[in-house]
Every structure is written in C-alpha cells, then in structure tokens.
C-alpha cells in the first residue's frame, strides 16, 4: 500500500477521533506532498514522499530551536509533537551506532583518511543511510571517524 493511501486514511481516522494537532499536522504533510507534486508535474513515490516528511522534520527542529531560545517552550512542545505525527511515514532511523559501523566500513573501502576525504567518504557512505538517518548526524559521525 502507498504512503499516500495511508496518510489518507489516517487523515480520516483522526477527523473521526477528534485529534485536531494530529489531523493538522498530517494535512499540512498530505499539503506540503501536493505542493512537490506541482513543481515536478507528477505523483510522488514513497521515497520522495518520505524526502518530504524529512524536510519538516528539519523545518520544525529549527523551529524548537529558535522557540527555546525565544523562552516560548509551549511552542517548541507543539513542534515536537508535530515531529512524533510526521515520524510515523519515515522508515526506521539508524543508531548512531550503526551509522558508525557503515561509516568505517565505507572508510575502509575508500581508504578516507584526514579531513580532506569528508566529502569521498559521505558520497560513499549516504547511499546508505538515505532516508533512515539525519544528515547532519551522518556528518558529525564522518567527521568524529576522520578526525576532523
């Protein structure tokens, strides 16, 4: 069954229990989707629907961010939330174990060795990871396995 087929679904299923944060939340997604759509001239498949379910995630983490600092922690608890409803449509999320062990792997089959080969090793390692890590983390790892 397709993503959108169960964020269809789902956007019912909240609409007859009542949880209004939840349903808006999946119809800013089923909305965000649409808008990708429009700008490619064609349906989404699953991965690039979970590409865009990544890319709110980012947007509401940035947003916790600056609300914390702002002192306003009511707001950055709605955007935690917001994050928890939009997880459910991306796959698993590696460890950061796991992404240590596929990032020495990659750098053993690359021979990456000092901060120069950051971007050798994370062109070898993100075919991996596509998808089940945050970039940023991935990064951070190649950059503790390198030294950098």
Request: without cysteine; aromatic residues 4%.
């Given at each position: 069954?397709?993503?959108?087929?169960?964020?269809t679904k789902d956007i019912t299923a909240a609409m007859k229990a009542g949880e209004k944060e939840k349903l808006s939340t999946i119809r800013m997604l089923l909305?965000?989707?649409?808008?990708?759509?429009?700008?490619?001239?064609?349906?989404?498949?699953?991965?690039?629907?979970?590409?865009?379910?990544?890319?709110?995630?980012?947007?509401?983490?940035?947003?916790?961010?600056?609300?914390?600092?702002?002192?306003?922690?009511?707001?950055?608890?709605?955007?935690?939330?917001?994050?928890?409803?939009?997880?459910?449509?991306?796959?698993?999320?590696?460890?950061?174990?796991?992404?240590?062990?596929?990032?020495?792997?990659?750098?053993?089959?690359?021979?990456?060795?000092?901060?120069?080969?950051?971007?050798?090793?994370?062109?070898?390692?993100?075919?991996?990871?596509?998808?089940?890590?945050?970039?940023?983390?991935?990064?951070?790892?190649?950059?503790?396995?390198?030294?950098?």
């Amino acid at each position: 069954m397709s993503l959108r087929s169960d964020i269809t679904k789902d956007i019912t299923a909240a609409m007859k229990a009542g949880e209004k944060e939840k349903l808006s939340t999946i119809r800013m997604l089923l909305s965000a989707a649409k808008y990708k759509e429009i700008d490619l001239k064609r349906e989404l498949n699953d991965e690039e629907f979970q590409q865009v379910a990544s890319t709110l995630i980012r947007q509401r983490q940035d947003s916790i961010e600056q609300f914390v600092k702002g002192g306003r922690q009511e707001l950055a608890d709605k955007e935690q939330r917001e994050i928890e409803f939009i997880k459910v449509y991306l796959p698993a999320q590696l460890t950061p174990d796991e992404i240590r062990a596929i990032v020495k792997k990659a750098a053993a089959e690359t021979a990456a060795s000092g901060a120069k080969d950051i971007g050798k090793l994370m062109k070898a390692v993100m075919p991996h990871v596509k998808g089940k890590a945050d970039g940023k983390l991935v990064n951070d790892i190649v950059k503790e396995a390198l030294g950098a």
